[in-house]
């Protein structure tokens, strides 16, 4: 069974720009969650995407958003990128997002900002 | 505040010596605690799950266990292969996101 996939796997982007990032979960999960890790603050929620809505969304700013397809697909984008969002940005999916939460990652993508 | 907090950052053992790692948090309506293991540039990789309180998990050289204010991973026997960062993470009430804490960088010497 094919685990998560997340591409690109590395970014280079000037200040400014925008960026999207994509995920394909595992067949048959529904629930797409994405969070940022920096050395500094670790791991930290992004938000979550369950059957194509956004269930739960962490402290970031607008710039910030995301989108779940109905095949579960998942992007985020980042808009007016700053230097701070240089990180490494990881998908997670899971069956339900409820109840036995098991959630699985993939590899990630880093994302350097210049 | 939830708060999900690992201890120590940094670890050093040489092969064999056995240790545990701890992660207590202070979160109200857990309803799962979870141990990754993240190897660099990698994404975590999930180990167990714990769900309540007396609850204990193995899984070759891990054992991980559950009290209400803490868990420990204790490690027994461990080879240079363990070398890596371990995550504890918190699912609380009807969010469905995992609150992590900033993980223990665990080095195995031969």
């Known amino acids: 069974k094919a685990g998560v996939t997340q591409t690109p796997r590395y970014l280079i982007k000037t200040r400014g720009q925008q960026v999207t990032l994509s995920c394909s979960p595992i067949?048959?999960?529904?629930?797409v969650s994405w969070y940022q890790q920096t050395p500094g603050q670790g791991l930290q929620f992004l938000f979550e995407y369950f059957s194509e809505t956004q269930r739960n969304k962490g402290n970031f700013p607008g710039r910030f958003s995301g989108r779940q397809f109905s095949n579960s697909r998942s992007e985020m984008n980042v808009s007016t990128l700053e230097l701070g969002d240089s990180a490494l940005y990881l998908c997670?999916?899971?069956?339900?997002?409820?109840?036995?939460?098991?959630?699985?990652f993939g590899q990630g993508t880093r994302l350097t900002v210049v | 505040e939830d708060q999900v907090t690992q201890s120590p950052e940094a670890l050093r053992l040489q092969e064999g010596e056995s240790s545990s790692l701890n992660c207590s948090y202070t979160v109200s309506g857990l309803r799962g605690l979870f141990w990754y293991r993240q190897d660099p540039g990698k994404g975590p990789e999930f180990l167990f799950t714990?769900?309540?309180a007396g609850e204990e998990k193995e899984k070759e050289r891990l054992k991980a266990t559950l009290t209400k204010k803490e868990s420990f991973l204790h490690i027994t026997a461990p080879k240079p292969e363990d070398s890596a960062t371990y995550l504890c993470?918190?699912?609380?009430?009807?969010?469905?996101?995992?609150?992590f804490g900033k993980g223990t960088k665990l080095s195995v010497k031969p």
């Open positions: 067949s048959g999960h529904r629930s």
């Open positions: 997670a999916s899971s069956p339900t997002g409820q109840g036995a939460f098991e959630a699985f």
């Open positions: 993470a918190v699912l609380k009430g009807s969010q469905g996101n995992l609150i």
């Open positions: 714990l769900y309540s």
